[in-house]
């Protein structure tokens, strides 16, 4: 049974430092993973998505990279803003003939401080 | 600006009441998730699925629990009957298989059994 881990639970951190979010999975066997954020008492909005034979996605200040082999995953934002207050979930895709079931993670809570 | 939509957006009942909550999915999406999210257990997959036929439910508790998507615009998720321990944040979301795999998700429905 695949198993994510999110650490640290919660940061802060100082507007204009970069921000880093680590990801670890059990299972390597993963079709995709996928980092979402979500604001308090909001929905999920989904920021990146790395398929298994990629090593990393870019958007703007955010840059995802996956290691199978390891089992891991990093979301790193450049420059953050009080605006990147959020909490970050990482979600691992099963196999795309399971349909793609996402086993997340319990998420990081971030603050960026002004 | 293609969203999921969910209803109801918060739903306070006793114990014992029904409970349906509804989702409209992206328009050509093929695949439809329900997750359930608590403060112990995070983020769980109960049931998804694809062209309106049910791939897997072995997240849901059977005896209380079903979903069903009575067409291609409409997924529902019924509690009978409603307990304490279903208060959580229910969330839908939809993906088209195979063509980049992102979960959209809904802004959930916020469900509190008293």
């Known amino acids: 049974k695949q198993e994510v881990t999110q650490i640290p639970a919660a940061l802060s951190v100082p507007e204009g430092e970069n921000l880093v979010l680590n990801c670890s999975f059990t299972?390597?066997?993963?079709?995709?993973l996928q980092w979402f954020r979500q604001d308090p008492g909001k929905g999920l909005t989904s920021l990146l998505l790395i398929q298994s034979s990629q090593r990393e996605q870019t958007s703007g200040r955010l840059n995802a990279s996956l290691d199978k082999s390891s089992g891991r995953s990093t979301l790193y934002i450049a420059a953050s803003q009080p605006g990147d207050s959020a909490t970050y979930l990482c979600a691992v895709g099963s196999s795309k003939a399971a349909g793609n079931k996402l086993t997340f993670g319990g998420g990081t809570r971030v603050l960026v401080k002004p | 600006d293609a969203r999921v939509t969910q209803t109801p957006r918060d739903k306070v009942t006793e114990m014992g009441q029904e409970v349906t909550m509804r989702c409209q999915p992206i328009l050509g999406h093929n695949t439809v998730f329900w997750y359930r999210q608590t403060m112990m257990q995070g983020l769980e997959l109960l049931a998804y699925f694809r062209n309106r036929a049910p791939l897997d439910d072995s997240g849901m508790p059977k005896d209380r629990f079903s979903a069903e998507m009575p067409d291609a615009t409409l997924a529902t998720l019924k509690i009978q009957p409603s307990e304490p321990r279903d208060s959580a944040v229910y969330f839908c979301a939809s993906a088209i298989q195979g063509a980049g795999d992102t979960q959209y998700f809904g802004p959930g429905t916020r469900l509190t059994v008293l």
């Open positions: 299972d390597s066997a993963i079709y995709n």
